[in-house]
């Protein structure tokens, strides 16, 4: 079945860019029906959504991270990205990738997410 | 951004109890609402999609209902395994948004 696995430094710090990969494997990215999103959790809170990619390259970014954010895919491996710029203790949360169904735009399989720290 | 308000925050229930959880959008989403459990340590699990359909491989003891701003979660009959925060989530609008969650404890 399709997987989803998140990667990338657990610790970045101050001002540097947190850079994580979502590896998909069972299924492709191209796959019609889905796209990608990111989602993060801070410690001990809730859920705040990201951004999205279709595999046309199409985005979408949460105004709420201004211009630093940067979701991009490669589908040649199967895999898409995040980039966000000049963090701060603020970003220290669990990212999550997850598949969006395009028919409800409700994320249906996530990845068991990976924790990064800004220290 | 559209405001999803989760109530109660916390609830105490015991295995066997029915349980509603209620989660209100501050506009109209029409029926554009997910349920997400979440177990500590572990990603999110959809349970719900467009408010009242159940996931593939979710218990039907899982129902959702609602529409408009105003949506539940019910458990008929809460199992062990329930015991975990539960989120809703409005896919109507970007960006997408969750309520605060619903954290389901053990009496």
């Known amino acids: 079945q399709v997987q989803l696995r998140e990667s990338g430094p657990g610790l970045v710090k101050p001002s540097q860019t947190l850079s994580l990969n979502c590896a998909v494997s069972g299924g492709s990215v191209n796959s019609g029906g889905y796209y990608w999103s990111w989602i993060r959790q801070r410690p001990g809170k809730g859920l705040d959504f990201l951004g999205y990619i279709y595999d046309t390259g199409t985005t979408y970014y949460n105004p709420s991270l201004k211009s630093r954010l940067t979701i991009s895919i490669d589908t040649s491996r199967n895999q898409f990205s995040l980039k966000l710029t000049s963090v701060t203790a603020a970003d220290t949360a669990v990212y999550y990738c997850?598949?969006?169904?395009?028919?409800?735009?409700?994320?249906?399989?996530w990845g068991q997410g990976t924790l990064v720290t800004v220290s | 951004d559209i405001q999803m308000t989760q109530s109660p925050s916390s609830l105490s229930a015991s295995v066997g109890d029915r349980v509603t959880i209620t989660c209100r959008a501050s506009q109209n989403i029409r029926n554009y609402l997910n349920w997400y459990q979440q177990k500590p340590g572990t990603a999110p699990q959809l349970l719900i999609f467009v408010a009242s359909s159940l996931q593939s491989g979710v218990p039907s003891r899982f129902s959702g209902s609602g529409s408009g701003t105003d949506f539940t979660l019910t458990i008929s009959s809460l199992q062990p395994d329930d015991f975990a925060t539960y989120y809703c989530?409005?896919?109507?609008?970007?960006?997408?948004?969750f309520g605060q969650g619903t954290k389901l404890e053990i009496k």
């Open positions: 989530q409005q896919s109507y609008s970007t960006p997408r948004t």
């Open positions: 997850a598949r969006v169904v395009h028919r409800g735009d409700y994320e249906d399989l």
